[in-house]
């Protein structure tokens, strides 16, 4: 009896765990999408309430750390059952770091102009967040199911959203070189780009994470990377 209540305890630990990182993955995916949505309306109050946002993301991080370092200490779990934890501790971390990454872009919203001229490039960046989106959505299912495959899928689709980062760099770099008045507004927009590149990273990060819960094993293939944008060199004109 006592043996079954103890598995049923830790049962309800995990459940908890699955709980949190849930809402925190839903108010991330939220952070997001207001952080774009403001970026290309140039809408300051929606731009305030996604950064104010991130403190809850904060919180609910906090007490999943909490929360595991609690669980272990009481059951002391081995195998899977410690990864199951470990893996909540890193797909919260990186949940963290991509509300961090959405508070970034909702603070560039105010120093744009409300004028944006460059509304393909904007388009551009949409585009790049929807893909993202989609990545941290199929990742957190493939977390709750504890499903490899569609991990996998994820895992290999982040070179879809380095593509459209470079893309981005190369366009907005043009757009610097045509005009210097250019300059300040598109090096904003390269670092929104570069922040939702960076979500689509932490995405991959879960993505391994749910492979090591379920196989036991970190993933020993190489990550597909296409990002060059950090070794690009510009001529401005004078």
């Not at 195998?79 to 949940?95: K, P, Q």
């Not at 560039?108 to 004028?115: E, G, I, P, T």
């Not at 893909?131 to 957190?140: E, G």
Request: proline fraction near 2%.
């Amino acid at each position: 009896m006592v043996t079954e209540h103890t598995a049923k305890a830790f049962d309800a630990d995990l459940q908890d765990l699955a709980r949190l990182v849930a809402e925190m993955g839903g108010m991330a995916e939220k952070q997001i999408g207001d952080a774009v949505d403001a970026l290309n309306t140039h809408d300051i109050t929606l731009a305030a309430r996604t950064i104010a946002l991130d403190d809850k993301i904060d919180l609910l991080q906090r007490e999943i750390e909490e929360k595991a370092i609690l669980t272990i200490a009481r059951r002391q779990p081995m195998a899977v059952d410690l990864r199951e934890i470990v893996g909540a501790l890193r797909v919260a971390n990186d949940l963290e770091r991509i509300g961090d990454l959405a508070k970034n872009i909702a603070k560039r919203v105010s120093a744009l102009d409300d004028d944006v001229q460059l509304a393909k490039v904007l388009r551009g960046v949409e585009h790049m967040s929807e893909l993202v989106l989609s990545q941290i959505k199929d990742v957190l299912d493939s977390y709750a199911r504890r499903d490899v495959d569609k991990a996998l899928a994820v895992w290999r689709g982040d070179e879809e959203i380095d593509a459209v980062n470079n893309s981005l760099f190369r366009e907005l770099l043009t757009y610097m070189m045509e005009d210097p008045r250019n300059i300040s507004l598109c090096i904003h927009l390269l670092f929104c780009a570069k922040n939702i590149e960076r979500m689509g990273d932490h995405a991959t990060n879960i993505a391994e994470t749910v492979y090591y819960i379920v196989e036991g094993r970190p993933l020993a293939d190489e990550r597909p990377k296409g990002d060059n944008t950090a070794s690009a060199t510009v001529a401005f004109p004078a």
